[in-house]
C-alpha cells in the first residue's frame, strides 16, 4: 500500500535513526523535495510523458507570417512542467499527422535566413518559448492541420500535492469534507445528500427550484508516481541529502549511489521495454553541435 506524505517523512527518519532534535520534520520533507527535483534530471520513462495541446485559434494568433526572404514562425509558451521534449508535431481534426516538426537548430541558426537547415520543418527555444517554423498551417503542411502537439517529458507535482476542489474531483471521490478555514478549505454548493448528492461550482450554477448547501472540502492527497510507485527513489535520494545535512559524508555517499542506481535501473527497464518486440530504427541529429 502507498505510503502518505506524512508517512514518507516518518520513513526517511526510521532510517535515518535520528530524533527530531537532530533532524527536524522541516529538513526531511526539504530533503525529500531536493531528491525529486534530481531524480527528474535522469528519469526519462514512459511514466513522466504527457502530452500538451495547442489550439488553432491559438496558433493563428501565434504565427507571424514570412516576408519572402525569411519563413513564416509560430512561437508558443513552453509548458511549465517540461524537462525535455520528445516530439512536435502538427496534427488535423482526426489526429493525423500533418508535419513533425523533425529538427532542432540553435538560435542563431534559425533566425539566420542563411543558415543552414537540413529539414522542411524545424524549431529552436528562446527562453521559455519554443519557435516553429514554417508557422502554423503555412508553407509545408500536409492536409488542413488544426492543432499543434507537444509531447515531453514532465515533472511531477509536488509530492504532497492535494486535488483541486472541483466537481469532476467531487464526483470522482477525490474530495473530503472540511470546515470553512481549514487550511486548503474550498466550498461548493451540494444538492441533496448520501450517493444522490449533485455538487456544483457556484450557487449560480445551481438550477432553479434546487435547495443546495455551501459544504467545505479539501483535497485528497494526489496520487504520486515518485512517491507512490517508486518510494524507494524518494527515500534514498532524501536520505542522501539529509546525511549531507548531518555533514555524515559517508552515509551520504552510500545512500546516493542508492539513489542514482535505481533511477539507472528504472531506466534501463524501460529503454529494454521500448526495445521490445521488433526491430528499432533510430535516427540521430546532432544539431550543428558536436
Request: aromatic share 10%; glycine share 6%; charged share 25%.
Amino acid at each position: 500500500m502507498a505510503r502518505t506524505y506524512s508517512q514518507m517523512v516518518d520513513l526517511v527518519r526510521d532510517w535515518a535513526n535520528k530524533d527530531s532534535e537532530v533532524l527536524s520534520d522541516a529538513i526531511i520533507k526539504d530533503g525529500m523535495r531536493y531528491a525529486a527535483d534530481k531524480a527528474y534530471r535522469k528519469l526519462r520513462i514512459s511514466a513522466l510523458e504527457t502530452t500538451i495541446t495547442y489550439s488553432s485559434d491559438a496558433l493563428v494568433a501565434a504565427t507571424t507570417e514570412g516576408n519572402g526572404l525569411v519563413p513564416s514562425k509560430t512561437e508558443l509558451a513552453i509548458p511549465t512542467d517540461l524537462i525535455e521534449f520528445i516530439q512536435v508535431r502538427e496534427i488535423d481534426t482526426s489526429e493525423r499527422t500533418t508535419r513533425v516538426f523533425n529538427e532542432k537548430t540553435d538560435l542563431r541558426t534559425f533566425n539566420d535566413a542563411y543558415g543552414e537547415k537540413n529539414s522542411y520543418a524545424y524549431w529552436t527555444r528562446q527562453g521559455s518559448n519554443i519557435i516553429l517554423s514554417p508557422g502554423f498551417k503555412k508553407e509545408t503542411s500536409i492536409g488542413n492541420p488544426d492543432k499543434i502537439e507537444i509531447h515531453y517529458y514532465r515533472r511531477l507535482p509536488a509530492l504532497n500535492a492535494k486535488y483541486d476542489i472541483s466537481v469532476a474531483n467531487y464526483n470522482a471521490g477525490f474530495l473530503e469534507s472540511a470546515s470553512q478555514g481549514d487550511e486548503g478549505a474550498e466550498s461548493l454548493w451540494i444538492v441533496g445528500s448520501g450517493d444522490s448528492a449533485v455538487a456544483y461550482a457556484t450557487q449560480a450554477d445551481v438550477p432553479s427550484g434546487d435547495t443546495a448547501t455551501e459544504t467545505w472540502f479539501t483535497g485528497k492527497e494526489a496520487y504520486n508516481w515518485l512517491r507512490d510507485d517508486n518510494e524507494r527513489i524518494v527515500l534514498f535520494g532524501a536520505l542522501a541529502e539529509t546525511f549531507a545535512y548531518l555533514q555524515d559524508d559517508d552515509q551520504a555517499g552510500k545512500y546516493l549511489q542508492l539513489f542514482n542506481s535505481e533511477i539507472q535501473e528504472l531506466n534501463d527497464e524501460d529503454n529494454n521495454r521500448n526495445a521490445s518486440g521488433g526491430n528499432v530504427q533510430i535516427h540521430f541529429n546532432g544539431r550543428g553541435l558536436i
